[in-house]
């Protein structure tokens, strides 16, 4: 008997320390995604020791927040994801799409319910994956580092009575047919803080229970260190959660990095502006990080960058604009300086030329007229020798006569 009470009270505890719901949810290292999500899709070096991560075996039209369900818990919406990676990226980190290689996911050590945006009307609700533009803060809830527009192509639409249900991607608007929902539909995020857990309020609870006719149950969260088929919570409605333990956590590190393509830079992503925390166990990283940031400001200031629409500081946006213009100013004057000094210099070569020819000419003409006189010399001296010679023939005449 008291073996079986034992046994009973070891296999509780075991369980039970395996498996727990939980108010507060920790924070996970960066480090450990790579290994863990090595399996599921490609780690891709973007330059500076910034990496993303895109999944395997995707469709066409896939989107973050698709393959799953929304439920009500204490820390407001949660994202039930029925994909290996879910717990992952659907929990920590930023999701982008990039024009080359489609929707990428930036890593972050902060746990939430779900990060998305949402959007509303009577009728219809969506949701799109929050930036990495987008931080987290207690007391402020989400803000953006830059006036963040999101397309439509990034959202999911449904009616409100398909809201909770399990095979919510059956009944999806999105694409094209999303952009007239999109443009009369209200903007919303309303995360907070309740004692240290997070909480994503996105559309009120009751209201989605009054626009779908169905009483919304909240539901626990259960946390598991014990990994497990996602597959499994398509026909339930529990709630598992996978966190690695700390031990796991803090063990070595045995991704190899050789396994990382080699990328570009996403031409899209302001990488001055990604606020998410990226708590890598590599100095080497922060340090590139910092130098990254270092020569970005040095070349704003270099360049005299000025972005109107993403600026936050109209005054400082004004000095900036007014320098510039002083600075074109100065140029264009120092421009008109030397094209007046230039064309002073060419009117003065081109009179020191037109003088020289007009003195050339002058010469030219006094050598033409002291030419015919030089010819009637000569003329007159063929006439005085022609005369003379008829002189001495009519001598010679008159000498022959006589004798």
Do not use: C, Q
């Not at 009470?5 to 505890?13: D, E, M, N, Q, R």
């Not at 929050?130 to 987290?136: D, G, N, Q």
């Not at 007391?139 to 249900?165: L, Q």
């Not at 990382?260 to 708590?279: A, C, F, Q, W, Y």
């Amino acid at each position: 008997m008291k073996k079986t009470i034992l046994l009973t009270a070891i296999l509780f505890g075991f369980f039970s320390s395996n498996l727990k719901a939980y108010d507060y949810h920790g924070n996970v290292r960066v480090d450990y995604f790579f290994p863990a999500l090595e399996r599921y899709g490609e780690w891709i070096d973007i330059g500076y020791d910034d990496y993303v991560w895109r999944p395997y075996n995707t469709y066409r039209d896939w989107r973050p927040y698709t393959e799953g369900r929304w439920e009500w818990t204490n820390n407001g919406w949660y994202w039930v994801s029925y994909e290996p990676f879910g717990w992952a990226t659907y929990h920590y980190g930023r999701w982008f799409f990039d024009d080359y290689y489609g929707w990428v996911w930036m890593p972050d050590s902060e746990w939430g319910p779900s990060w998305v945006e949402w959007r509303y009307d009577d009728n219809y609700i969506g949701w799109a994956p929050l930036p990495p533009y987008a931080r987290y803060h207690r007391n402020h809830g989400i803000s953006f580092s830059i006036k963040w527009n999101s397309g439509y192509f990034y959202w999911n639409f449904v009616k409100y009575n398909y809201f909770v249900s399990n095979d919510i991607h059956n009944h999806y608007i999105f694409g094209n047919n999303a952009e007239r929902i999109y443009r009369r539909t209200k903007y919303r995020t309303n995360y907070y803080s309740n004692n240290d857990k997070i909480i994503n309020g996105g559309i009120n609870r009751e209201f989605v229970e009054k626009r779908s006719g169905k009483k919304i149950t909240t539901r626990e969260i259960n946390i598991s260190d014990r990994t497990y088929d996602s597959k499994e919570l398509k026909n339930s409605r529990e709630i598992r959660e996978f966190k690695p333990n700390e031990n796991e956590m803090n063990r070595e590190n045995s991704f190899d990095r050789a396994n990382v393509t080699k990328g570009r830079e996403l031409k899209n992503l302001r990488t001055d502006k990604v606020v998410i925390s990226k708590n890598s166990a590599d100095k080497k990283s922060e340090e590139r990080t910092i130098e990254r940031k270092t020569e970005t400001r040095v070349e704003s200031k270099e360049n005299k960058f000025f972005d109107k629409s993403r600026s936050t500081d109209k005054k400082y946006d004004e000095k900036v604009m007014n320098r510039s213009k002083d600075v074109e100013i100065k140029n264009s004057e120092n421009k008109n300086v030397e094209r007046r000094e230039i064309n002073k210099s060419n009117s003065v070569k081109e009179a020191e030329k037109s003088l020289n020819k007009n003195t050339e000419r002058t010469k030219r003409s006094i050598e033409i007229k002291s030419e015919p006189k030089k010819e009637v010399k000569r003329n007159t001296e063929t006439n005085r020798n022609t005369s003379g010679n008829a002189e001495k023939s009519v001598e010679r005449k008159t000498v022959k006569s006589r004798k």
